[in-house]
């Protein structure tokens, strides 16, 4: 029996046969249909899932006519850092990094965003971002976001000036943990809000919220409260990404719409994004790095299929470093990372990456 080359969540290689594959696709659709509740694949995207993964091919396209919208969190991390996102330090400011995104990369949109990522740091410099901001939007022709993450931990102390809900939770003053949530949130949905409106005083063309709810239901909470704001008062279009595949429950009672926020899967997070007035949702299914790239594509593909079924808003699943199919290794190889992204359009349905 044939013996097909392919790799492991972790970036590995690994040698499986055609069987092997196909047992690990189903597994991972199966696995993802069992935690959200959803309907597995059918039996001829298994097929497809197979035929990609077992062809020789280095690279994975989809079909003529099937492109998808690119959108990019992290702005120009790629090139501008030697550190984040891979990068490669090149000599080069955020202006002429994002114009060779548009002009040499082809990319559909870009976002303006500090190397600094956050929104509490960012709103000390908001002025100097608008100045990028209102230059680029004078030499470019793509639409620009002003991209940052709410990032509800930074509101905590030692960075901020609430108490540690993570200090706290261990000691059983679970009313004081929650307490302390609900008024960072608040705090943290005033600043996202300010700094949104910032950027639409230099003509940004969207914000960009980035890894929401990595600190748990908390800060999607905020994040949506900051976006029905956004979107109800302004009409710029709004983007929220996800910073994980299910909503962690570090308040545990926190609701939106009248539904609980924790535990959320993306399907369930796609429906309260769009009722905050989101333009765009993007969701993130995590890789297993213990689990085959074919198990962890199929996984991902089902939970992100879920969601575009029932979407009205479009759907940029996030195929980054580590998740949604694509191994958690520093540099993502690009077998696995086009696998990934041509699986979320042709199964996934994704209207952008």
Known sequence: MAVIKTRMGDGSTVEMTR??????????SEAAAKKGKIPTLEENEYDYLVDMFCSPSRIWGVERGHEA??????????????????????????????????????FDSMEVGHLDYSVKPCKFIATVEQEHMELLQHITILPLFYGFMPNLGLYYRPDGQFPNPSDLLPLGKLDEARKSQEEALEACRQDVVWLSKQMIDVSADGVNYDTVASTGDAEFLATLRACEHISGAT?????????????????????????????????????????????????????????????????????????????????????????GGVPM??????????RASAAMIEIGKADGL
């Open 235 to 323: 009409d710029m279009a709004v983007e929220i990404g996800m910073a994980a595949e299910m909503v962690l429950g570090f308040h545990g009672e926190l609701e939106y719409d009248g539904k609980r926020l924790a535990g959320m899967w993306p399907h369930q997070q796609m429906k309260v994004v769009e009722k905050a007035g989101a333009s765009i949702f993007g969701p993130v299914v995590n890789t297993n790095s213990r689990k085959s790239c074919a198990w962890n594509v199929a996984r991902a593909v089902t939970f992100v299929k879920a969601c575009t079924a029932e979407a009205t808003i479009p759907i940029h699943p996030n195929v980054g470093n580590g998740v």
């Open 19 to 28: 069987d092997e594959i196909r047992a690990d696709v189903i597994q991972g």
């Open 329 to 338: 290794f520093e540099v993502s190889p690009i077998d696995m990372v086009t």
């Open 69 to 106: 919208i690119m959108s990019k969190d992290g702005s120009v991390n790629t090139l501008c850092s030697s550190r984040l996102s891979s990068g490669i330090a090149a000599p080069l400011g955020r202006e002429a990094a994002i114009r060779l995104f548009e002009s040499a990369f082809a």
